[in-house]
């Protein structure tokens, strides 16, 4: 399984109205084009950062579609107010406790990984951080995306509110620290962010 996220640094005004086309033009758009599994949409408020990410049955899938998608992505970043930013990655895993719902939220976190250290690096986030996160209060799911070439892979956890997200920080943050010294992976950014939009149809990998 692979993604695509684009990322735009919205005008905050203009989020909600980008909400509203991504869930009522883009979604049906790429639903409609083969080997698409559905879409998802983070947004950071405060921030203004947003992060719509499709997910495709195989990386040929993904590319066939490329141009096509295009059109559809500048025009969702022109509504936003910003420039679309694109990445491409491999679902290493995926691991759903229970459907997230209305009020759901994300924390995400990107690493640097040596590209040799790849496999390990999912490896200790499959079986020694996995077990773990699914005990935190309110979890629903995770997922690991991965650039290999890049070196650069993201986590996303996701709960069933913001509340939960918060109660939570501080023994997410203790797994974050112990895993990537396990793996032996850099921290670069940790975000907290809305679920706006979760319709991102991946099975079960983890």
Not at 56 to 72: P, Q
Not at 82 to 88: I, L, M, N, S
Not at 119 to 130: A, E, N, Q, S, T
Request: glycine share 8%.
């Amino acid at each position: 399984m692979y993604a695509r996220s684009t990322t735009v640094q919205a005008r905050p005004d203009l989020i909600d109205a980008g909400i509203r086309h991504i869930r009522d033009e883009v979604m049906p758009a790429l639903q409609g084009m083969a080997g698409c599994n559905g879409l998802s949409m983070l947004v950071d408020r405060e921030s203004g950062r947003c992060i719509a990410t499709s997910s495709w049955e195989s990386a040929e899938a993904m590319r066939a579609t490329e141009d096509e998608v295009r059109t559809i992505r500048d025009r969702a970043a022109e509504l936003l107010g910003g420039r679309a930013q694109v990445d491409e990655w491999e679902i290493a895993a995926l691991h759903r406790h229970r459907a997230s719902g209305e009020g759901a939220c994300v924390r995400a976190t990107w690493f640097r990984v040596d590209p040799a250290d790849v496999d390990r690096g999912i490896d200790v986030y499959k079986m020694g951080l996995l077990p773990e996160i699914e005990q935190l209060e309110g979890f629903c799911s995770a997922s690991l995306f991965v650039d290999r070439a890049a070196g650069i892979a993201v986590s996303s956890l996701t709960y069933d509110s913001e509340e939960a997200m918060e109660r939570t920080r501080n023994r997410a943050d203790s797994l974050r620290t112990a895993g990537a010294r396990e793996a032996g992976v850099e921290v670069l950014d940790v975000c907290e962010f809305e679920l706006a939009v979760a319709h991102l149809r991946v099975p079960e990998t983890a």
